[in-house]
């Protein structure tokens, strides 16, 4: 979005036909919408703001809930938004601090000071990009504990703030930026501030861990098996005593925690049992594999293979278990006879450790039949191996 469609949104006319719009469905109803608004009159500049705020507001409900209806976005700035979920943990974690008094900066459309704000504490958002801080000020417009500037991090004077948040924007418009030092604000000075102050730092998970300072807690997020967010947490703001954490975040709103001082070292290769255990991703960025293992009296299916096996059905909300119905040669004219032979026409295809395209893979197998079952491609002990389960 830019300037001029901003510009037509905010406006009563533009606000009111946006609210009035339903909710996006498809493209054809954005054929259909169109015909409709022009005949009545708007301008073709307002009815292609308002539509595309329209789409932006449906793609945000999976993050927002309910508040999307009544947020504006930008395409970046919704990508890069953090769940309102998540976002109320990080609050949380201010609040359980003492601070008061947060900075957001870098806030983009304002999620996270919108989480702060609700559970009132006093924030202020400052964002380089002047649309997306005329977005911000929008979204937090109901919270007068809540204001936005237009300036860029580094440039914000800090003095009467009792802790930051930073979400460095990683990309730029021809794409992702992979030199930390080119996100804004950098991430050099992300970390830095912590020698000021209580600082949250909110990174993508597969960022290089050599990275992460020591003396922070790194906490992986995963919200419904998806690891969404990796929190570098200094200061009063990290828990004492832990330095790696993997947070699993239900669709019902509950949550686990998995905590250690530091990674975990492994278990040993064992022999394959009857369950084997996928660990929840977060669990596996936050090296915490070793821990998981110990917990559930298992062992690893091959070395450097993030898979664990046993023979008892132990239920953890840290991994998915399946119980192991045969074990094949990773043979694909073995495995089709095998499939065809017990009806199997919907196949869930996992791989771990082989060079294998699933979906290519799947296309050669021809399913056939009623029958449900998943396939996983993968190492035991070192050898490569077909196995077939079921979700337990």
Same mark, same amino acid.
């Given at each position: 979005?830019?300037? *001029? ?24 109803? &954005? ?32 993050? =927002? ?25 990080? *609050? %949380? ?9 947060? &900075?957001? /900066? %870098? ?6 000071? /919108? ?24 979204? +937090? ?14 440039? =914000?004077?800090? *003095? ?45 998970? %597969? ?8 003396? *922070? ?5 995963? &919200? ?5 967010? +990796? ?26 925690? /998995? ?28 090296? +915490? ?6 917990? /559930? ?63 290519? =893979?799947?296309?050669?197998?021809? +399913? ?25």
């Amino acid at each position: 979005m830019d300037a *001029a469609e901003l510009v037509e949104l905010l406006t009563p006319e533009g606000l009111r036909l946006l609210d009035s719009l339903p909710a996006y469905e498809s493209k054809d109803d &954005v054929v259909k919408a169109v015909a409709t608004l022009r005949a009545a009159g708007h301008s073709p500049a307002l009815v292609a703001a308002v539509l595309s705020q329209s789409k932006l507001r449906a793609r945000a409900v999976s993050k =927002f809930g309910p508040f999307a209806e009544r947020m504006l976005f930008t395409e970046a700035g919704l990508e890069q938004a953090t769940r309102l979920g998540v976002a109320a943990r990080h *609050a %949380g974690r201010f609040r359980a601090a003492g601070a008061t008094r947060i &900075v957001d /900066l %870098g806030c983009g459309i304002g999620a996270d000071a /919108l989480a702060m704000a609700a559970i009132e504490l006093t924030v202020t958002g400052v964002e380089r990009d002047e649309v997306t801080a005329a977005v911000a000020s929008y979204n +937090l417009a109901p919270w007068p504990n809540a204001s936005v500037v237009h300036s860029a991090a580094e440039d =914000f004077d800090l *003095a009467g703030y009792d802790a930051a948040w930073l979400d460095p924007a990683r990309r730029s418009e021809k794409g992702r930026l992979r030199d930390p030092h080119d996100w804004s604000p950098s991430l050099d000075f992300a970390f830095g501030l912590a020698e000021r102050m209580p600082v949250g730092v909110k990174l993508g998970p %597969g960022i290089d861990r050599g990275l992460i300072p020591e003396d *922070a807690e790194a906490q992986w997020v995963s &919200v419904d098996r998806d690891v969404v967010e +990796l929190g570098v947490w200094f200061g009063a703001l990290a828990r004492p005593g832990i330095r790696r954490s993997a947070l699993i975040i239900r669709s019902d709103g509950g949550s686990d925690e /998995l905590t250690a001082p530091g990674d975990s070292p492994d278990v040993e290769v064992g022999t394959l049992g009857r369950y084997i255990y996928e660990p929840d991703g977060a669990v596996i960025r936050a090296r +915490l594999i070793g821990d998981l293992a110990r917990s /559930l009296g298992a062992t690893m299916v091959s070395d450097d293979i993030a898979w664990l096996t046993a023979d008892a059905a132990i239920d953890t909300p840290f991994a998915t278990r399946f119980e192991v119905i045969e074990r094949m040669p990773l043979d694909e004219k073995h495995i089709r006879r095998e499939l065809s032979a017990r009806g199997i026409g919907t196949l869930e295809i996992k791989k771990r450790g082989v060079d294998i395209d699933p979906a290519a =893979f799947r296309k050669r197998l021809s +399913l056939r039949g009623d029958g449900t079952a998943t396939l996983v491609l993968t190492r035991v002990a070192g050898r490569r191996v077909a196995l077939l389960a079921r979700r337990d």
